[in-house]
């Protein structure tokens, strides 16, 4: 638990949860990957695209 007081002196005092800093936390880092594998795999695409143009216009340029 995490303990948010003011100290000894401190007339109010308040104790959060460690959800309170977990589920965000975790919504976070969730959504972090989720748009990192995205943007990987639309460069991965994007790549590809790129080498079958390229492997295509050599064929072409062959015949």
């Given at each position: 638990?995490?303990?948010?007081?003011g100290?000894?002196?401190g007339p109010i005092e308040h104790g959060f949860?460690?959800?309170v800093?977990?589920?965000?936390?975790?919504?976070?880092i969730g959504l972090s990957v989720f748009f990192?594998?995205?943007?990987?795999k639309s460069l991965k695409d994007?790549?590809?695209k790129r080498e079958e143009k390229k492997r295509n216009k050599?064929?072409?340029k062959k015949k």
């Open positions: 638990m995490v303990d948010l007081s100290g000894p002196e949860s460690n959800e800093f977990i589920i965000p936390a975790a919504i976070v990192g594998f995205k943007l990987y994007r790549e590809k050599q064929l072409r």
